[in-house]
């Protein structure tokens, strides 16, 4: 699913007092939905996925992450794959090498690929899909 019609939905949404949207195309679908009436959040979710898939790793903002911290260069939104229906670069435990995409992050409506700087085994994922992170913020960390 393009970018660009998620956007739009978040768009229109912000601009009347719906509170949630659910959109389907093809195989793919996207839940949007406020919370507590201000915020907007979006879901993937490939229609196909019938399994109950983990949750992707959350970690408090006072908890200091262990091992290389790969930080975010710029401000903008993260991703961790190319599209909502292709894999993610990384996952926990993988071994990656020095060079390898980690992540995405679009800024400016520019998709900037982050690669890692260090190789070794990813031991965490900092940031959720679709976030917004900040300048310096940290995304990964590596062992």
Request: net charge negative; with cysteine; glycine share 6%.
């Amino acid at each position: 699913m393009d970018i660009r019609k998620v956007k739009k939905l978040i768009e229109l949404m912000e601009e009347s007092d719906i509170q949630e949207i659910d959109f389907k195309e093809g195989e793919e679908s996207v839940r949007i939905s406020r919370a507590m009436g201000s915020s907007v959040s979006t879901n993937f979710v490939p229609q196909q996925a019938a399994t109950p898939v983990a949750a992707e790793p959350e970690t408090p903002s006072e908890v200091i992450p262990k091992g290389h911290v790969i930080k975010a260069p710029m401000v903008g939104n993260f991703y961790r794959a190319p599209s909502p229906n292709s894999p993610p670069f990384v996952e926990l435990g993988q071994h990656i090498k020095e060079g390898e995409t980690v992540c995405i992050i679009e800024s400016m409506k520019m998709m900037n690929q982050i690669e890692s700087d260090k190789s070794g085994v990813i031991e965490m994922i900092l940031v959720g899909n679709g976030e917004t992170v900040e300048f310096d913020q940290p995304l990964v960390t590596i062992v």
